[in-house]
């Protein structure tokens, strides 16, 4: 490896994704990337008895997924990386219990997706592993439950509000030839403006987003217009233009190429208020839509900017405001440019 | 680095702690190990209006004390990697905020502790980072409230159960040299022998702990007598026979050298019923006492096996039981021998 500054880690390996697997609940399976995820669950219980077991049955079906188009079994797998939103990631806890691979759980809220990428392919870079397994899930209702009121009390919603995403994302990471390389990943630090209304986590995490953002240009010298995409993961429609106006501030312009997960996973009437959030947001994205489209050739070079808010169901109430942070990996197609 | 079969690391490198910090409650410093500790809280509140912040001060002491023994400053550090109890791990996510340091959130229960080490120490050997700074923390008031009960309501305690420390521990991973080296990690697996006693987690977690064990012992070659002390995380006086007795039954003896830090950390005659837990448990004792002796020269060679159970609040009312899991880290001491 070779360090660009403290934050910015550039992988000096050819580090692949090996495959991805994706799996969503029934409003995501109506969404306009529908096409791209593997297991479409057409009720949000996923078949099971408990909102618990659902979230775990789509971060399964996504590792399931994953496994199979890699063409691997969970004895080929070196170490397994995931978390979720759930009280001490339970999820991807009793996920680990199941696959009984050597297990490292991670926490970075809805970044937690990008966290586990960055590390799992930093692990696979210096030869610590040789397959990692990265995952991570989120559930509406289990989020909505925790973080505010279950789903069946019916509240009403804040339009500031995003919509968490039932779904659940999986990558493996390895040396071997694919067709996503994954290049970079700029380390986020904790940020926080103040922003005390856990109903607008869109606007406390543009900040975190920003400073990623403006570090990894800083690192790596290079500017927006040499990235095809920078997805942000669910700023949402409310937290988007703050970020691109920060940035534009400090002089840096990505409104050409800034989308965020949140309003790319859902179609603008959906009933999903600001737009999407979750660890699967940007997850779902990513090792779908993305992938694909990196796999393919039609994009060359994505930055993928997942945001994480760090608060819990108490800190509100303690008076305190909202930590955040963002962690950036950059994916870059394998394909040769055709001359 | 080498990979020794696939879960335990030996790093190539000399890997050094440059200094730990500790920082503890009154009842911790009541026990035995007192004058290992930095910093001493004499009351439970550590000066602060919440429990939250309380457990926020013991992990800030440990960290302005680590760095202060390593003659560094926050700017000087490239990686933060910490992890706590708390829903969110919000202890680790509000220090963060204050010290800015680029940061990446764990979570394996009361293995945390060793599971940042192990993290931090290929990060540093591979060259990701130079300075890696690791803590963790809990505190007894915030874990009661969270898991069981808040400590105001007096409710009795199971024999098995063991009492949450109430203290943090931090060090910071160099290649600067040191006076202890970090030079291998286990990574365990998640282990769940069907206990769902939530009041006896010292035996739902032994299992864990024999896995990785074993794991070691199988990856390294090495016997129980090549190490001057096994010292498990919190397997308290319930578990720890538990371990010895499931490890036995496999033929490998690491009576004469095993310890836990869940029964180091008190005398026998404070009121904690069967002995510590919690992620400061075996972080106070690793980076205070431990570090001690491995400093002077009076310990060799320790393995830390950091327990954890990956429950929630809520897993148990759903009628699960425990999944456990447990990361070992090899520590030596740097002094030479002498002839």
């Known amino acids: 490896m070779s360090k660009v500054r403290k934050q910015t880690w550039r992988f000096d390996h050819p580090i692949y994704l090996a495959a991805t697997g994706t799996a969503v609940g029934p409003l995501e399976a109506k969404g306009p990337l529908v096409e791209s995820f593997d297991k479409k669950f057409e009720h949000l219980d996923c078949?099971?008895?408990?909102?618990?077991?659902?979230?775990?049955?789509?971060?399964?079906?996504?590792?399931?997924?994953?496994l199979a188009k890699a063409g691997?079994?969970?004895?080929?797998?070196?170490?397994?990386?995931?978390?979720?939103l759930m009280d001490q990631s339970v999820t991807s806890n009793f996920i680990a219990r199941e696959n009984r691979i050597p297990f490292l759980g991670m926490f970075g809220a809805c970044s937690t997706s990008m966290e586990t990428l960055a590390t799992g392919a930093q692990l696979v870079d210096s030869g610590f592993a040789d397959n990692v397994l990265c995952a991570v899930s989120s559930h509406n209702a289990t989020a909505e439950r925790q973080f505010r009121y279950p789903t069946e009390y019916g509240g009403p919603t804040k339009l500031t509000q995003t919509f968490t995403v039932t779904g659940a994302g999986a990558t493996i990471v390895t040396r071997e030839p694919g067709k996503v390389l994954v290049k970079e990943a700029t380390i986020g630090r904790v940020i926080d403006w103040g922003i005390d209304d856990a109903s607008n986590l869109g606007t406390a995490m543009a900040p975190a987003a920003a400073d990623t953002i403006w570090t990894h240009f800083q690192d790596t010298g290079r500017k927006p217009e040499d990235y095809?995409?920078?997805?942000?993961?669910?700023?949402s429609s409310v937290g988007s233009p703050i970020l691109d106006?920060?940035?534009l501030e400090?002089?840096?312009?990505?409104?050409?190429?800034?989308?965020?997960?949140?309003?790319?996973?859902?179609?603008?009437?959906?009933?999903?208020?600001?737009?999407?959030?979750?660890?699967?947001?940007?997850?779902?994205?990513?090792y779908g839509y993305l992938y694909n489209r990196l796999s393919e050739g039609s994009l060359k070079r994505v930055l993928v900017v997942a945001t994480g808010a760090l608060?819990?169901?108490?800190t509100p109430k303690e008076k305190e405001t909202i930590p955040c942070i963002a962690h950036a990996v950059l994916l870059e197609?394998?394909?040769e440019v055709q001359p």
Chains 1, 2 share one sequence.
Request: with cysteine; glycine share 10%.
């Open 250 to 286: 400090k002089g840096l312009d990505i409104t050409n190429v800034h989308q965020d997960c949140g309003t790319m996973v859902y179609t603008s009437d959906q009933p999903v208020s600001a737009g999407g959030s979750g660890c699967a947001c940007s997850a779902v994205v990513t």
């Open 245 to 247: 106006e920060i940035l």
């Open 72 to 84: 691997k079994v969970e004895g080929d797998i070196d170490l397994f990386l995931a978390g979720d």
């Open 333 to 335: 197609s394998a394909k």
């Open 228 to 235: 095809d995409l920078i997805v942000t993961g669910d700023l």
């Open 311 to 314: 608060l819990n169901s108490s």
């Open 47 to 66: 078949g099971e008895q408990t909102w618990s077991k659902a979230e775990r049955a789509l971060m399964r079906r996504s590792i399931s997924a994953c």
